[in-house]
């Protein structure tokens, strides 16, 4: 008996290393040696680094506080968070299928047949006690890897969820940064729009005060006038957009829209980006991006999926047992005589259900193609948000270069011309003019400094370089009971 079990130990041991379907093999996928868009080296500036976390080289030590808010409390974390713990409990259940199943069982019956069942019978002789107990056991032979590749289908589902977790907290950063960098634009522009309108003011004082005296007309005072509510329409709406970002900050950070008011309506300046982001090669950005590892966990899943249609095809052989005491006396249940047992061997082929079979196998070959297919697509969508960041952020820099030199110029320009207007060298039409300017230039620059940081923000996203890996606070339903 022993030398059987053994041989069958043997035997199972060695054709379990056969599992049918094809093995997984990450797919090679052409990549130039460095970025076409990749920053000059400069020696004298040390670049910020892409691995390390992206909100701190801002120096904003109330963004870094928003972000660590934010990937502690986002629900959108949780909610990723929650789908890995699914993952991962699914993946442990599919774990168990490699081992024995074992049951117990216990019962106790008390029956009474009728008359017609046994004819002749005495009422009370009728009457039957029954009481048993068990242990049953069964196992599948894992003979053609259908359950092996059910553990490495469900090892890539969670290994795919792990990195969504982490393409959330990329999303979810990136997301708090930039609301927070478009309030700080949006209160510089207001400053900016205020000190304009407030300029605007004193001039048009000037000239009622001029057209009080006789020395002005009313079409001086309808023209300064005129531009004075223009610039003034421009501040509600500056308003309005300021108030959504703060909703929009409060609400990443998993609280109520209105519960950072307070805190963010102090303006502040805008944070000061690194003087040089190294993005490193394309496969290190292949290497950090979550959503290429989500894809290549997903075609690894499919691929698995195809060995398990196919070892449909090929019979399921179980292993069952059963040991139990069965007695019409409950005091007699475990007594020699009482003894029961079972040894089975049960194979489960369904040839005649080929045509089925092969149209699973071949619906598993279409998902892995579709797997395939998206995973490259996600490879080159990497490399192409770098490649976009890496040129928008440069031409941005060389964009803000020149619209901090048109504002310094034009508010040169609008003091001489208010000093000129004021000896009576230029008229108001004139000053009016070159005010108008001065406040486009100005709000050109501190919308172009903005939209440079936003820029670094994307390319720090394409980078997906140096994220937390911490998980967000876990909340259950049964917290809440």
């Known amino acids: 008996m022993v030398r059987r079990l053994a041989f069958t130990a043997l035997a199972t041991a060695l054709l379990s290393a056969c599992a049918v379907g094809p093995d997984f093999v990450k797919p090679d996928m052409p990549a130039s040696a460095t970025f076409a868009r990749a920053p000059a080296t400069e020696a004298s500036v040390a670049p910020a680094a892409a691995d390390a976390p992206f909100w701190d080289a801002f120096g904003d030590p109330t963004l870094s506080a928003l972000v660590a808010d934010a990937l502690r409390a986002n629900h ?3 909610i990723a968070l929650a789908n890995h713990d699914q993952a991962t409990a699914l993946l442990r259940g599919a774990r168990f299928d490699r081992l024995p199943t074992i049951t117990a069982d216990g019962q106790a019956a008390d029956t009474r047949s009728s008359a017609d069942q ?3 019978v005495a009422r009370d002789d009728r009457d039957a006690r029954s009481y048993q107990a068990g242990i049953a056991a069964s196992w599948e032979l894992d003979l053609f890897g259908r359950i092996r590749r059910s ?3 469900g090892t890539a589902d969670a290994e795919a969820s792990a990195a969504d977790l982490r393409a959330a907290q990329v999303v979810v950063a990136g997301d708090v940064a930039a609301a927070y960098v478009e309030l700080r634009g949006l209160q510089e522009r207001l400053r900016v729009a205020r000190e304009n309108r407030d300029n605007q003011q004193r001039t048009l004082d000037l000239v009622q005060a001029r057209l009080d005296a006789g020395g002005a007309s009313d079409f001086d005072g309808a023209r300064a006038r005129a531009q004075l509510e223009a610039t003034s329409a421009r501040i509600p709406a500056l308003e309005a957009a300021e108030a959504v970002a703060m909703h929009r900050i409060a609400v990443l950070t998993g609280r109520t829209p209105d519960a950072l008011i307070a805190t963010l309506s102090q303006p502040a300046p805008l944070p000061v980006l690194p003087a040089r982001i190294e993005p490193g090669t394309p496969a290190d950005v292949l290497r950090h991006r979550p959503d290429v590892a989500a894809a290549e966990a997903r075609l690894h899943a499919a691929t698995a999926r195809i060995g398990i249609a196919t070892a449909d095809l090929f019979p399921r052989i179980t292993l069952g047992g059963l040991l139990g005491t069965q007695a019409s006396a409950a005091g007699a249940l475990f007594e020699r005589d009482s003894q029961t047992r079972l040894v089975a061997l049960g194979i489960d082929w369904s ?4 045509g089925r079979v092969r149209a699973r196998i071949a619906g598993a070959d279409a998902a892995g193609d579709a797997a395939l297919a998206h995973y490259q697509q996600s490879v080159l969508r990497a490399l192409q948000d770098t490649e976009d960041a890496l040129v928008r952020l440069d031409r941005a820099r060389r964009e803000d270069e020149h619209l901090q030199r048109a504002a310094t110029d034009s508010a040169r320009a609008a003091d001489l011309a208010r000093v000129r207007f004021d000896a009576g060298a230029t008229s108001l039409f ?3 003019d070159v005010e108008r300017s001065r406040l486009q230039a100005e709000d050109a620059f501190a919308d172009g400094r903005s939209r440079s940081a936003l820029n670094a923000i994307a390319l720090y996203k394409a ?11 876990r909340e259950s339903i049964a917290d809440r009971r």
Do not use: N, T
Request: hydrophobic share 50%; proline share 15%; glycine share 12%.
């Open 76 to 78: 959108d974390l949780r």
């Open 463 to 473: 980078l997906a370089g140096g994220w937390p890996q911490s998980p967000p606070a």
């Open 430 to 432: 004139e000053m009016l």
């Open 118 to 120: 046994l004819p002749g």
């Open 351 to 354: 040839f005649l259900d080929v």
């Open 151 to 153: 553990v490495e289908a």
